[in-house]
């Protein structure tokens, strides 16, 4: 079936310096790739997604790559702060559909 | 922006009991829904999807007559664990899709509830 590999699970940094997070999806149909924010005892934030028609995306201090070719997608954030510190998830549509596998989340944490 | 809610935040029962939990949109319509649980520490794994006017479709492993849902109206569905054991202990999530009839967000974004924790004794 459908899978979603998210690596590394635990990524710490130092504030001001920046964190990749990497996923790998199996679905060649997938078409949309959100990327979550989730902090403890709260429900998943959408923070940025891409399509699958898109190469990159930038918000701010936060961009995501896809390589539709390797099935591969990063997310990537630049000066991180203490409050970036959360789980992050990576996600990918199930085809077209509204549907998600979400991959199996990192947790980062941002030093002082 | 969209918004979902969910009601109770939390919730703590006795074994054998039943429980329900909502789920709201609050500034649009959605005629699906989708029903999470997330273990400590553990990814998002999808339970089942809720459809307005039929019925829910599960993911393979979900018992149905023990996670009955119910999509009663267009901005409403609710999940009710049914004789509810400590191994149900768990926070469900739900998220309903963006576009469709009242055009929030955009194709295959998912808005996502606060999540309920259910603690089972």
């Known amino acids: 079936g459908e899978n979603v590999e998210q690596h590394p699970s635990t990524l710490s940094v130092q504030e001001g310096d920046s964190a990749v997070i990497k996923c790998t999806y199996s679905?060649?149909?997938?078409?949309?790739f959100p990327w979550y924010k989730q902090e403890l005892g709260k429900g998943p934030q959408l923070i940025i997604d891409?399509?699958?028609?898109?190469g990159e995306k930038k918000d701010q201090r936060i961009a995501v790559t896809l390589n539709k070719t390797a099935k591969h997608f990063s997310l990537h954030i630049t000066e991180t702060q203490p409050e970036d510190s959360a789980v992050y998830f990576c996600?990918?549509?199930?085809?077209?559909?509204?549907?998600?596998?979400f991959g199996t989340g990192t947790r980062l944490k941002v030093l002082a | 922006g969209a918004v979902v809610s969910q009601h109770p935040s939390w919730v703590i029962c006795k074994s054998g009991t039943s429980v329900k939990i909502e789920c709201r949109s609050l500034?649009?319509?959605?005629?699906?829904m989708f029903w999470y649980r997330q273990f400590p520490k553990q990814s998002l794994m999808l339970m089942a999807t809720?459809?307005?006017?039929?019925?829910?479709?599960?993911e393979q492993g979900v018992e149905k007559d023990k996670f009955l849902i119910n999509h009663a109206s267009l901005t409403l569905s609710t999940l009710t664990v049914t004789s509810a054991h400590p191994e149900d202990s768990s926070f469900y999530i739900c998220?309903?899709?963006?576009?469709?009839?009242?055009?929030?967000?955009?194709?295959?974004?998912?808005?996502f509830g606060p999540g309920t924790r259910l603690t089972v004794l």
């Open positions: 809720s459809n307005e006017g039929s019925k829910a479709t599960y």
């Open positions: 996600a990918a549509s199930i085809g077209g559909t509204y549907k998600y596998i």
């Open positions: 998220s309903a899709p963006g576009g469709g009839l009242a055009g929030a967000g955009v194709y295959n974004e998912q808005f």
């Open positions: 891409i399509r699958s028609n898109v």
């Open positions: 679905d060649s149909a997938s078409n949309y």
């Open positions: 500034d649009f319509q959605a005629t699906t």
